[in-house]
T-cell receptor
Framework: DGGITQSPKYLFRKEGQNVTLSCEQN?????MYWYRQDPGQGLRLIYY???????QKGDIAEGYSVSREKKESFPLTVTSAQKNPTAFYLC???????????FGQGTRLTVV | AQTVTQSQPEMSVQEAETVTLSCTYD???????LFWYKQPPSRQMILVIR??????QNATENRFSVNFQKAAKSFSLKISDSQLGDTAMYFC????????????FGQGTILTVHP
């Protein structure tokens, strides 16, 4: 079945550590996105990529990094510079020129 | 910058009744898309309905329909014959200009359907 797979579903990080969230899609979509969701707020864009080997910062990129070496994969690294990383992270993809985004099931990151 | 506002943090409705969720947005662009997404307790984001700004006809998907008022920058969602499975957080979102796919979201409305 075609879709977007995020892993792990739950992730715990110690303060000062970097962690990487995985996002894989087999929809052959060109564009991929990372959003952060906090309680009581909508989704906020962290990074997006419209094509392999290219990506742009979203609204809240500080403390995060990404790579796009393959069309299917868009991993997100939450670095120790991110001061408040506890949140729900959603990965999405879309076909360029067709606008709706399709979402993975999310990763819940907790700093312990 | 584009903004999306949902003024109803929470709403409730009885099963089989109709409910309308409100959304307003601010943009200077002429070509754009609007969406309603549903996020049930599983937290999976599901596309409910989409509306292209250049289309005057309101979009409809089964029990879900929108009232798109371009001049007023209003985009409300009507759910008819509400079902228990409609209980979820609903997000209004916008994508426009060259940023197609790069969605701007509202704060969300929690909808509870009561039996």
């Amino acid at each position: 079945d075609g879709g977007i797979t995020q892993s792990p579903k739950y992730l715990f990080r110690k303060e000062g550590q970097n962690v990487t969230l995985s996002c894989e899609q087999n929809l052959n979509h060109d564009a991929m996105y990372w959003y952060r969701q906090d309680p009581g707020q909508g989704l906020r864009l962290i990074y997006y990529s419209q094509i392999v080997n290219d990506f742009q910062k979203g609204d809240i990129a500080e403390g995060y990094s990404v790579s796009r070496e393959k069309k299917e994969s868009f991993p997100l690294t939450v670095t120790s510079a991110q001061k408040n990383p506890t949140a729900f992270y959603l990965c999405a993809s879309s076909i360029t020129r067709i606008t709706e985004a399709f979402f993975g099931q999310g990763t819940r990151l907790t700093v312990v | 910058a584009q903004t999306v506002t949902q003024s109803q943090p929470e709403m409730s409705v009885q099963e089989a009744e109709t409910v309308t969720l409100s959304c307003t947005y601010d943009t200077s662009e002429n070509n754009y898309y609007l969406f309603w997404y549903k996020q049930p307790p599983s937290r999976q984001m599901i596309l409910v309905i989409r509306q292209e700004a250049y289309k005057q006809q309101n979009a409809t998907e089964n029990r879900f329909s929108v009232n798109f008022q371009k001049a007023a920058k209003s985009f409300s969602l009507k759910i008819s014959d509400s079902q228990l499975g409609d209980t979820a957080m609903y997000f209004c979102s916008y994508a426009g200009g060259t940023s197609y796919g790069k969605l701007t979201f509202g704060q969300g409305t929690i909808l509870t359907v009561h039996p």
